[in-house]
Structures are given as structure tokens and as C-alpha cells.
Nanobody, 121 residues
Framework: QVQLVESGGGSVQTGGSLRLSCAVR????????MAWYRQAPGKQRELVAE???????NYADSVKDRFTVSRDNAKSTVYLQMNSLKPEDTAVYYC???????????????WGQGTQVTVSS
């Protein structure tokens, strides 16, 4: 069974920093795309950042130049370094991984349980 275990959320003041981690527990034959989404109260879940198996990254415009996504393939872990945090970054952050358990199976999408990030002004 594959699970995503997130950590690193918390409360900070405007301008502060946090680093989120998401580790894949259980064996995946391969991990393709890894991403972070967030959902604020009353809003839809949105893509924050993503990183491919080749290391290409993509960011939401609202977090460009402030957030950095990275991955450690040896540890099956994806990170989100968040700097210059703003109150509008307050949300539950979810890790998302696309991978397959076996070579001849299709990729499946896995979600973490979510971690709360609160930024106060």
C-alpha cells in the first residue's frame, strides 16, 4: 500500500518561511510527476508547483520567485520551500504523486493527507 506522509506545516508571520516535505511510503516502481496543491477555505484546490521526473518545474504565478519545489529521488520525497509568505498563502497544502507500482501497470495518482499552513499579518 502506498501512502504519502506530509510534514512541515505550521503558523508563521508575513515574510516568514516554511519547508514542506512529502515522503512516499510503500514501494513504487517509478515516480513520475510530483506536485503540491493547496486549498483555502471556500476555494477550489489549486496547483502550487510541480516537478517532473526529469527535474522540470512549473509554478502558479502567485508563488513564482517565492516558492521552490524539489525532489530527492533516492528518498522518494518532494519538498516545497516557501519564502516570503503572505496571508493569502494560508491553506491546506496537499502533496500529489503520479507513479506506478509495477512496470506494466498504469500510473496512479496518490494524495497526501494535507498539512495546514497559516500565515498571519
Amino acid at each position: 500500500q502506498v501512502q504519502l506522509v506530509e510534514s512541515g506545516g505550521g503558523s508563521v508571520q508575513t515574510g516568514g518561511s516554511l519547508r514542506l516535505s512529502c515522503a512516499v511510503r510503500g514501494r513504487l516502481f517509478s515516480i513520475n510527476r510530483m506536485a503540491w496543491y493547496r486549498q483555502a477555505p471556500g476555494k477550489q484546490r489549486e496547483l502550487v508547483a510541480e516537478i517532473t521526473s526529469g527535474g522540470s518545474t512549473n509554478y502558479a504565478d502567485s508563488v513564482k520567485d517565492r516558492f521552490t519545489v524539489s525532489r530527492d529521488n533516492a528518498k522518494s520525497t518532494v519538498y516545497l520551500q516557501m519564502n516570503s509568505l503572505k496571508p493569502e498563502d494560508t491553506a491546506v497544502y496537499y502533496c500529489n504523486v503520479l507513479g506506478r507500482v509495477r512496470l506494466l501497470e498504469n500510473d496512479q495518482l496518490y494524495w497526501g493527507q494535507g498539512t495546514q499552513v497559516t500565515v498571519s499579518s
